[in-house]
């Protein structure tokens, strides 16, 4: 029987060349629309688990178990295991190049694990489920370089998107979300390039609030953010999660880490 590393190969062999431009154009758009289900997760070099709140009558929606992976033969992390509950969020932090990213292309179905599983929704994660899996979830890339000369433009593609055409949008529901974030509405009108780092992060988390999907997955959303803009990222977070979400989140800022009900930390 194969292994799981060995479906994922032979499956992406088939698929790479027809999906590589439809996957860095959706990729590029940070928003992705995911469904999460299972996956097998395998070992990592080192992990701590801290919980900073109790969540009751929560149901798991991502789970990874013993999960291992490595790049160019050198491990990035192995003996891996977390969960995630609906209404919670989990903050993975770590040095630089210890597979935060990775783990969440993982989850994505980008990547696959050499040991271990994960599972979303209680249901295993595997090379041919990953792509229907994608439309529960939302993606916000770390790298945001948004590729469409309006932000306007840039909000209305997304919605137009065939698996978003069913979700409900309005200028007035971004400006509310926009505003728990800070941001003036006046940005609506304004040129992509226009905007500064911060200014794209907090604008496409709000766009991932509208989506409205049961797992949420964010990159480093305060790293372009001061303390009181992260703060701002840190409570919207916490609303998302509180309307059901599961949000897990990768950074190094300790002030979002620290809001957060679980930490992992992943180190050599």
């Avoid at 097998?40 to 798991?60: C, D, G, I, M, P």
């Avoid at 000369?149 to 400006?175: D, G």
Wanted: net charge positive; glycine share 6%; with cysteine.
């Amino acid at each position: 029987m194969r292994t799981l590393c060995q479906q994922c190969a032979s499956f992406h062999k088939i698929r790479y060349a027809t999906t590589t431009f439809s996957v860095q154009r959706i990729m590029a758009f940070y928003i992705f629309c995911l469904p999460l289900r299972g996956f097998k997760t395998a070992r990592s070099l080192q992990h701590t688990v801290r919980h900073n709140t109790q969540t009751t009558e929560s149901k798991t929606m991502l789970e990874i178990r013993n999960a291992r992976l490595s790049t160019n033969g050198k491990p990035l992390f192995e003996n891996l295991s977390l969960t995630v509950a609906n209404g919670s969020i989990c903050c993975i932090t770590g040095e630089s190049g210890c597979g935060k990213t990775s783990l969440l292309r993982t989850i994505l179905g980008f990547q696959c694990l050499e040991e271990g599983f994960v599972s979303i929704d209680g249901e295993l994660l595997t090379p041919s489920s990953a792509e229907t899996f994608r439309k529960d979830t939302a993606y916000l890339p770390q790298d945001l370089s948004l590729p469409a000369e309006w932000v306007s433009e840039m909000v209305a593609y997304l919605f137009q998107l065939r698996l978003n055409r069913n979700i409900s949008f309005t200028k007035q529901r971004l400006f509310e979300e926009w505003q728990l974030l800070g941001l003036p509405r006046e940005l609506y009108d304004r040129k992509t390039g226009e905007l500064s780092g911060g200014e794209r992060q907090r604008a496409m988390l709000a766009v991932c609030g509208l989506l409205d999907k049961r797992l949420v997955l964010v990159d480093e959303p305060t790293s372009a953010l001061d303390g009181s803009a992260s703060a701002l990222v840190a409570s919207y977070l916490r609303r998302l999660a509180s309307k059901g979400a599961a949000v897990v989140a990768v950074s190094h800022d300790m002030q979002l880490a620290s809001t957060c009900d679980t930490r992992i930390v992943i180190g050599k």
